[in-house]
């Protein structure tokens, strides 16, 4: 299939309760970023994850890798450039770069693979007219 | 109808990831932990909060309060006490004690009001079985 | 001490992550979005609670209560209507309203009191620009 | 330097407010199950992680990542086998196998990639007789 290039960009601010005591962003409050980052890129495609709920396409995890490189402190915004690297019949992948914006300073590099599932957890083929309008651009 | 007095004791450890960067237990993730207790204290009736949901009773939260005393922090084992208070057709309260288990110290005191209520969202009456379960210690 | 009158209204879309199997906002969730409304509120009066901790005023719940009145769902825009109704030495209360945007139904009511104090967690004195500030309007 | 082969099992119960509208784990908590298994397994080395960071020494994460297999629901109890793979000067690496309990299905696969810091955040080298306890088995 033809493969997307297109870059999405989106800021979200760290919240008091997604730091612990080390004074940092939880590693694992990351993965619900990078979740926040790749819907809000739908959105601007014209969908929503929502709408595709009620149709009955799920996008399930499969896969995520991060890798952090200096830390997120609370109330700092969050740049979160989210690309779509592959879409195949049933898959979609994502790559992030997340960087503070007061100085540009790289946080992290991610990953993602989603699956397409029906309402069962059985997966299924991506809609025809999600997959080209991922993939087109 | 007639009220309990039963009490029920679990203990849970506070995760690293439970806390903020004041190095405290964040306040929100104190209600996890006593929905954890009462759900817990259900479990020792011999029934499961999974099992009701599958058999279409559905207890949401109505009513919420809690009030710190002392902090809780990383690492810290938690003796959570929990009272059932009041049972009507539709509703249960729980009253509530969290203890520091190594000191002893009240870390925080707290109720709540459950609904009952079917997978539309409708309040329903509480199975006559259960509210007896809950009603009769 | 005089009392505000003040209202602050923000507005936050509910995450997929803070999502629970019954399909609406996890309730320990909305605490942290009720935070989230005080601290923006903050910030609109030109201070942010980053600054406030970095100069040694910490601010811990000491109190927090929230009743449910309807389900907020996963992309949701909730608006968060903040007031603060007592300011004391050492305390700050707040009054929420939190409303589905897209048909203003009310969500929840919630009360909180904050309590002022040290890195030692020791009750100290809101600092007088800061009271008067919360104070004045 | 030598590499350990042990192999550490602990148990966790899917909470509530762990899953999320689909039903299931929401993926990002299984990072805060991990780091659970991880800091149980150092206890029973004899250590807690609540020791290493208030004598000056924190593990924060520079690498994850987790492929899922199956999903996990609310109220299972899940089996998550946790090995060191790899100790180096300030690193320490873990690979994770995590497993329902009621039909020992494999519900993910992960690794993760500790770096030793200092308080102010940079690297430093694991105390040595922690190096020797986490290698020698």
Redesign the interface.
């Known amino acids: 299939m033809e493969q997307p290039t297109d870059r999405f960009t989106t800021e979200v601010r760290v919240?008091?309760?997604e730091?612990?005591?080390?004074?940092?962003l939880?590693?694992?409050?990351m993965?619900?970023l990078l979740?926040?980052a790749r819907?809000e890129m739908l959105r601007r495609h014209g969908l929503?994850?929502?709408q595709m709920?009620e149709g009955g396409w799920?996008l399930?995890?499969?896969?995520?890798?991060?890798?952090?490189k200096a830390?997120a402190r609370?109330?700092d915004v969050l740049v979160i450039e989210t690309r779509i690297t592959r879409v195949t019949h049933t898959r979609i992948e994502h790559a992030y770069r997340v960087l503070r914006k007061f100085d540009g300073v790289l946080v992290a590099e991610a990953e993602t693979t989603l699956a397409c599932v029906d309402r069962g957890?059985n997966v299924q083929r991506i809609p025809d007219d999600l997959a080209k309008l991922l993939s087109s651009r």
Chains 1, 2, 3, 4 share one sequence.
Not at 60 to 68: E, N
């Open positions: 919240r008091y309760a730091t612990d005591q080390m004074g940092v939880h590693h694992s409050r993965f619900v979740e926040l819907t929503t994850y929502r709920e799920f399930v995890i499969s896969k995520a890798s991060c890798t952090w830390p609370y109330d957890g």
